[in-house]
């Protein structure tokens, strides 16, 4: 939603501002230099990145409509289901897991949370580490080794799309003087025309430069930074799921566990213990 409407504000300023000095929106309507500009940076993206590269893009640029998922409510709900999860663990074993993490998707307690099941990374980050951990042989160390490898490898591929959208960004401007430049030329082919007709070339090329320079700095860039806080947010996720799921393989108590889990949750979104606890017994978020 605040992308949407940051979009919009940046476009009613350029706007606004241009028509208070009598400019004319005509002059701004270039299709052509638009496909030169969007054209080639297109086709930049395709030579450069893997195709689940650029699908990765165009779903994370979907992505920042809706905005980042971890909020106060989507932790409280987390917090419960490692809650219910470890409860149920220390009643029956944790060998009685096994079946609950070799299909979660049957499971008594992951079917109480579909958000969660929705995220089959997430699920897989769980159920590996509980399954390593009933099969035994694993020291606790090692446990939270793997999951960390594993959320570096998982926020490596997440940021792959977030560079490559950079750098289609920062060449925006470079081909933004390539349009120009292509103006320019078509301009001087018209040097023995009219002066208007001459005028109004040379404003069409200036435009090329102009608009290279927006999409760069106005959208593009902005997008991409919106993806990185979208990515370091489900890293701070990932980061809570390990906190909680070591500090019960450890030997914590079920609420003790889910208390680490809550501590290591971002500030502005961290349910208070009062929070945790009222939902955790069945309070709801």
């Known amino acids: 939603m605040f992308a949407i409407i940051g979009i919009v504000v940046v476009i009613g300023a350029i706007i606004g501002g241009y028509l208070m000095e009598h400019g004319n929106l005509a002059v701004l309507?270039?299709?052509?230099?638009?496909?030169?500009?969007?054209?080639?940076?297109?086709?930049?993206?395709?030579?450069?990145?893997?195709?689940?590269?650029?699908?990765?893009?165009?779903?994370?640029?979907?992505?920042?409509?809706?905005?980042?998922?971890?909020?106060?409510?989507?932790?409280?709900?987390?917090?419960?289901?490692?809650?219910?999860?470890?409860?149920?663990?220390?009643?029956n074993g944790l060998v009685k897991l096994e079946a609950d993490v070799e299909e979660p998707d049957k499971s008594p307690v992951f079917t109480k949370y579909p958000k969660f099941l929705k995220d089959h990374h997430a699920?897989?980050?769980?159920?590996?580490?509980?399954?390593?951990?009933?099969?035994?042989?694993?020291?606790?160390?090692?446990?939270?080794?793997m999951m960390e490898a594993d959320m570096d490898v998982h926020h490596h591929e997440q940021a792959e799309p977030v560079a490559a959208l950079s750098t289609v960004g920062d060449a925006l401007p470079g081909l933004g003087i390539v349009a120009a430049v292509l103006g320019v030329v078509i301009t001087m082919g018209s040097l023995g025309g009219p002066p208007e007709e001459i005028g109004h070339k040379v404003a069409a090329a200036l435009v090329g430069t102009f608009l290279g320079i927006l999409l760069c700095y106005g959208f593009i860039g902005p997008m991409a930074s919106n993806m990185t806080k979208?990515?370091?947010?489900?890293?701070?996720?990932?980061?809570?799921?390990?906190?909680?799921?070591?500090?019960?393989?450890?030997?914590?108590?079920?609420?003790?566990?889910?208390?680490?889990?809550?501590?290591?949750?971002?500030?502005?979104?961290?349910?208070?213990?009062?929070?945790?606890?009222?939902?955790?017994?069945?309070?709801?978020?």
Request: proline share 4%; with cysteine; aromatic share 10%.
């Open 29 to 91: 309507m270039q299709p052509a230099e638009l496909v030169i500009i969007g054209g080639a940076a297109l086709g930049t993206l395709f030579i450069a990145n893997p195709l689940p590269t650029i699908i990765a893009i165009f779903k994370g640029l979907i992505g920042i409509i809706g905005g980042s998922k971890y909020n106060k409510a989507y932790y409280l709900e987390q917090l419960k289901m490692l809650n219910d999860l470890f409860t149920h663990a220390r009643k």
């Open 123 to 145: 699920v897989y980050f769980v159920c590996d580490t509980l399954r390593m951990a009933i099969t035994g042989g694993v020291a606790h160390f090692d446990l939270d080794q």
């Open 230 to 285: 979208i990515n370091d947010a489900e890293h701070q996720y990932y980061n809570f799921l390990r906190i909680g799921v070591m500090a019960f393989i450890k030997g914590s108590a079920p609420i003790t566990a889910v208390e680490f889990g809550r501590r290591v949750i971002p500030a502005h979104v961290r349910p208070t213990f009062k929070e945790m606890e009222k939902n955790c017994k069945g309070g709801g978020a």
